[in-house]
């Protein structure tokens, strides 16, 4: 749906993000890191849900939402290339995780350029440095870091915004609206 339609039909307050969002065969790659993780307990992150956030900016007022996707607009990027190079655990949120060791400058700029477009609508940086990784596992117990034998390649070419639904069956995320990169 183009982002004006998606816009118009907003009645109300929206929880969003940006994010790098896997084609298909990336996505097929990432799910099976989650099977190299050990079968331990937590909420395994459903195949489709799983990307990269960018920006997270949770519940966006239904009026300044409009502003967030012309702060999209505005961003301009290059394409790069995301190699997953590793698996790993955060003790504090609990989450098992996978990501690059090398994080591509046109990542970060693309990260910056975004975060500097939705301050015009009132979203606030992060204050925390820009950790980009998948989500495998939340709620978890510790697991091994390892490097991959094999890095996931992962072409990037655009970015997304998503809509967060969660509760009922996942997937509990829906792409609403989609920027290339160039």
Sequence with gaps: MPWNNWA???SGNKRLFFALWPDPEVR???ADLQTRLPQIQGNWVHPMDLHVTLQFLGVVPANRQHCV??????????????EITRLDFWP???IAW?????IPQELLQLVQALGQHLR???CK???RAYRPHVTLLRKTTPGM???LAQPVVWPVDHFVLVESRPGGEPPWYEVVETWPLS
Excluded: H, I, M, T
């Excluded at 996707?69 to 995301?82: K, M, N, T, Y």
């Excluded at 996978?98 to 090398?102: I, M």
């Design 8 to 10: 118009r039909s907003v």
């Design 28 to 30: 097929s790659r990432l």
């Design 69 to 82: 996707l012309d702060a999209a607009s505005a961003v301009q990027a290059l394409p790069f290339v995301l």
């Design 92 to 94: 504090k949120p609990r």
């Design 98 to 102: 996978a990501g690059p060791e090398k």
């Design 120 to 122: 015009k609508c009132g």
């Design 125 to 127: 940086p992060e204050k």
């Design 145 to 147: 870091a390892q490097v």
